[in-house]
């Protein structure tokens, strides 16, 4: 397969997955455990007994299938937001980069055995990433990531949108960035070209922390969010506080996950059972969530007894992956929520929380105020003290597995970091709790602990600097630049002055029209020097630029609507190709039609993808036919043998019907009738294009007469001053015919004759006015005959 270049495939026929890829080059994987009847996807570690879970819809890094049954199962190896471990091939749905890259949808879920028994859906894939904007004061790094599932070709909505921390400086702003494991970050989805490393601060901040943050805050934060009394955690900053120096467990942390967990105190289980993170309320049945009596109970206990047991003590072998929230590779994420985003999630409420309380004025209260360290060997030891053999804990977690331990540094002598200890230490000994229901306070000088400085690697945080004071425009002869109240500009970066953004470059200088930084492109206003967002037409070309001002390419989707930009970022108008299908976009917007369309002087029609379609059409009750060309037909038409009619509308038309003066009869499926048709007790003639006759026809050797209404005629039918004998089977008669008591005579042309002598093969004959042949003595102008 690797012969084949990044976009190849294996499939096989039972992949349980309807687009029955089993293998792939490049791509992600989105789980759906529905296939072994569960609501979550179990993750084995990698050769040790640790694993991890997720809920369905949600995305994995794959990098191999490792092995395949032939029956649809197999393994395959990816990762979840740090954890490396094997799936079953069954569970997930591969899918490659390509379809990512090009905006294509597929089939993904099926074959659902749990109760919902959901059928295939149909969706254009997104993956996770990273990106830098600036946000007032603050140069935020924003997370994004998607839902698997849409309907009807869609774009999977957004499961986060998130500023989790500041950015790092070697950031780039607007850039896009790429990580398996929230440390190491790429500039390709590929994960070929590293861009950086960085440790979001409070996705890692060990829980054994202390948050300087005042009870003040914790209200005026939920009001910014805005919540009041309606939440229940109105007014439980100071049990927050109280609980994290009674307990040891940082105060913000623990509110944003109970912000998180609780829908900021307004969720059911919030107001019904004082129940703030969730507890004992697992995927398969939320309502065994527990009761407590109190929001400070809630609090107290969550710190005092949950989490000291089964999260922050490294006895507990099952749950215990560090005292940090983390992602799926380490931390309380690991085991505590289904989603592979809970770690990130908490981060970005505490950052929230951290802008707020320092006034959003570019400073952060918490940020950096605790010396994170990385443990970097396997199985290290935390000593009692530098000299003391006494090992109170070593950095290991589940059998075999060694993923990032971070701790809370204090201080450095003899060569041994100081360190907050995980583990409450009592009388020199760390003390094992688990089983312990009661509330046990944490003693903060008591619990620490020495590991030798080798093994550790500090965290760095970088210092945030404040925004600039209000400045002023100045132009000169070589442009427009910006002031600021100290006398400095700002070079080679965007500004944001007044709620707008602008580009100063190496000089200072304001730029203007397209900016190209990177691989993104930007459009400044020519006059202004605005970023703009949204439509913008330059030069008579529309172009589009997302809320953070890239101008966008290929396909995108704004609001219902979908759009394609060339490479050059102008949208593509008129009828496109892509892909061998044809959509058509509006001349004057852009927009990727459906529905009905008209161009060239014709109707097409595009599906609720956009695609044009050929050929047969149900509409509702209503039937069209598209040529060839996607041109709806109007009028007569031969398909596949038969003769169908359309009206002015296009419509297919069925049963009676009538263009212009003509009438027609159409069968139940469309198909013209032709030929004699019997309706009621009255037979109608269909000339071989489906159209009613009227008047004389000719049909299987005889002559036939039709009314003004297309009834066929029998007997004797008087037309134009001349009487014809059409019989009782409706075919005009000639030649001798006695009728009742009389012989008439009819000439080939059907006509009766009548009033004088007729010859007839040699013989004369005398027919009178009525047309009767007389015999025996007739007196005829004046003169007697013997007939």
């Not at 597995?401 to 041994?416: A, D, M, Q, R």
Request: proline fraction near 2%.
């Amino acid at each position: 397969m690797n012969s084949y270049g990044d976009d190849a495939v294996v499939s096989n026929a039972e992949s349980y997955s309807p687009s029955k890829i089993i293998a792939m080059k490049r791509g992600v994987a989105y789980s759906f455990p529905n296939r072994a009847g569960g609501v979550t996807l179990t993750i084995q570690g990698m050769g040790n007994s640790a694993s991890t879970y997720m809920s369905a819809y949600r995305q994995l890094d794959y990098w191999d299938t490792t092995s395949y049954y032939g029956d649809g199962t197999g393994d395959v190896y990816v990762t979840v937001t740090g954890f490396d471990g094997i799936v079953n091939l069954r569970d997930v749905d591969l899918i490659p980069q390509k379809y990512i890259r090009n905006n294509l949808p597929l089939y993904q879920g099926g074959n659902d055995n749990t109760s919902e028994h959901s059928a295939p859906f149909y969706a254009r894939p997104r993956r996770a990433y990273y990106t830098v904007r600036q946000n007032g004061n603050y140069r935020d790094l924003i997370f994004v990531g998607y839902s698997s599932y849409a309907e009807g070709g869609a774009v999977p909505r957004t499961v986060a949108e998130i500023a989790v921390g500041p950015a790092a400086s070697w950031m780039t702003t607007g850039a896009t960035y790429y990580s398996y494991d929230d440390i190491r970050y790429y500039s390709d989805p590929n994960y070929i070209n590293l861009a950086g490393t960085y440790y979001n601060y409070y996705m890692f901040l060990p829980l054994r922390s202390k948050s300087n943050i005042t009870a003040d805050k914790y209200n005026g934060f939920l009001a910014s969010k805005g919540y009041g009394t309606n939440s229940v955690l109105w007014d439980s900053g100071q049990y927050f506080i109280d609980a994290q120096n009674t307990y040891g467990v940082n105060a913000v942390m623990i509110f944003a996950q109970a912000c998180l967990e609780a829908a900021y105190g307004t969720s059911y289980f919030a107001k019904q059972r004082y129940n703030l993170f969730g507890w004992n309320a697992v995927d398969s049945d939320p309502n065994r969530a527990s009761y407590y009596s109190s929001v400070a109970q809630s609090i107290n206990e969550q710190m005092g007894i949950q989490l000291r047991n089964g999260y922050l003590s490294s006895r507990n072998t099952f749950s215990y992956y560090g005292g940090f929230f983390g992602n799926k590779g380490s931390g309380l994420s690991v085991k505590y929520a289904s989603t592979p985003y809970y770690g990130i999630s908490i981060a970005a409420i505490a950052y929230s929380f951290d802008k707020y309380a320092s006034g959003n004025d570019g400073y952060l209260i918490d940020y950096g105020s605790t010396t994170i360290g990385r443990i970097t060997g396997e199985n290290t030891n935390i000593y009692l003290s530098p000299t003391s053999n006494t090992i109170l804990y070593n950095s290991s977690y589940a059998s075999g597995y060694n993923k990032y331990h971070f701790v809370s540094i204090l201080g450095e002598t003899s060569g041994y970091y100081k360190i907050q200890s995980t583990n409450h230490v009592v009388n020199g000994q760390s003390m094992y709790t688990a089983g312990n229901s009661s509330l046990v306070a944490y003693d903060w000088n008591a619990s620490v602990g020495y590991v030798n400085s080798a093994y550790v690697n500090l965290i760095p945080t970088e210092p945030l600097t404040k925004s600039l004071s209000k400045g002023t425009w100045i132009t000169d002869s070589v442009g427009t630049w910006y002031r600021h109240h100290d006398g400095t500009y700002t070079r080679s970066d965007w500004e944001m002055i007044e709620g707008k953004w602008y580009y100063f470059d190496a000089r200072g200088y304001r730029k203007t029209g397209f900016l190209t930084l990177g691989t993104r492109t930007f459009y400044l206003d020519e006059t202004t020097g605005i970023m703009q967002i949204g439509f913008a037409k330059v030069n008579g070309k529309l172009y589009y630029f997302n809320a953070y001002g890239d101008m966008l390419k290929d396909w995108f989707q704004v609001g219902t609507d979908w759009y394609w930009a060339n490479t050059d970022g102008t949208l593509k108008t008129g009828w496109q190709d892509y892909a061998g299908r044809k959509y058509y976009m509006d001349e004057t917007t852009g927009i990727m039609k459906k529905g009905w369309v008209f161009t060239n002087g014709h109707y097409q029609y595009l599906d609720t993808f956009g695609i044009q379609q050929y050929g047969w059409l149900e509409e509702g009750t209503s039937k069209y036919y598209l040529d060839p060309d996607g041109n709806m037909h109007i009028g007569l038409a031969t398909i596949d043998g038969n003769k169908y009619f359309f009206n002015k509308s296009g419509r297919m038309q069925i049963g009676w019907f009538m263009d212009g003066a003509d009438w027609y009869w159409a069968n139940d499926d469309g198909t013209l009738k032709t030929g004699w048709q019997t309706y009621g007790e009255r037979k109608y003639y269909l000339d071989e294009n489906g159209k009613m006759q009227k008047g004389w026809v000719d049909s299987n050797g005889y002559r036939q007469y039709l009314d003004k209404d297309g009834v066929q005629q029998f007997n004797w039918v008087f037309l134009d001053g001349v009487y014809y004998y059409l019989g009782t089977d409706g075919n005009m008669k000639t030649g001798w015919l006695k009728y009742g008591d009389f012989y008439y005579y009819l000439e080939a042309s059907g006509a009766m004759s009548k009033g004088g002598w007729k010859l007839v093969y040699g013989a004369w004959f005398y027919i009178d006015n009525f047309g009767h042949m007389l015999t025996g003595w007739q007196r005829i102008n004046n003169y007697w005959y013997y007939l």
